[in-house]
């Protein structure tokens, strides 16, 4: 995905970040956004980051995969607030992936979370996933 901004459309707003184009100090950037499921969560923590630095502006971003997910949510956040609308709105899906978690099958049993033990090999939905995915692959 590929986000472009037409620098005339922008101009009350400045660049894709939100700020003038007249301050010196400014250092205007492009993204490349991987994917690859965790590196969409550690990208959020680098997003935020850079979205606290008031001498950073985003001229482009380019991602895919989960990536792209994070650059929707940063441009969506960019236009509806600004840098805080996109600190929101990236904390906000993460926190909401974070809770869809709690509803996977793939969970410890009862007595894993007991023993502490964090592994999946005996969890009845992994165990079932590992046979049918040995079974039927190519």
Known sequence: MEIGI???????KGQLGGRA??????????LA??????????????????LEDD??????ISATS?????ATVL??????????GARH?????????ANLALL??????PLDRLTGNQSLETSPAFVLFDIMTRLFSP
């Open 75 to 84: 441009a969506y956040g960019l236009a509806v607030g600004g840098r805080a």
């Open 33 to 50: 956004l991987q994917g690859g499921g965790s590196h969409g969560a550690f990208a959020w923590g680098v997003l935020d980051r850079l």
């Open 66 to 70: 989960v990536g792209a997910v994070n």
């Open 21 to 30: 184009d007249n301050s010196s100090n400014l250092k205007r950037i492009n």
């Open 104 to 109: 996977s099958p793939l969970q410890p049993t």
């Open 89 to 97: 709105a990236l904390a906000d899906i993460w926190r909401r992936v």
């Open 6 to 12: 037409n620098k005339k459309e922008h101009k009350h």
């Open 55 to 60: 001498c950073i502006d985003f001229d482009g």
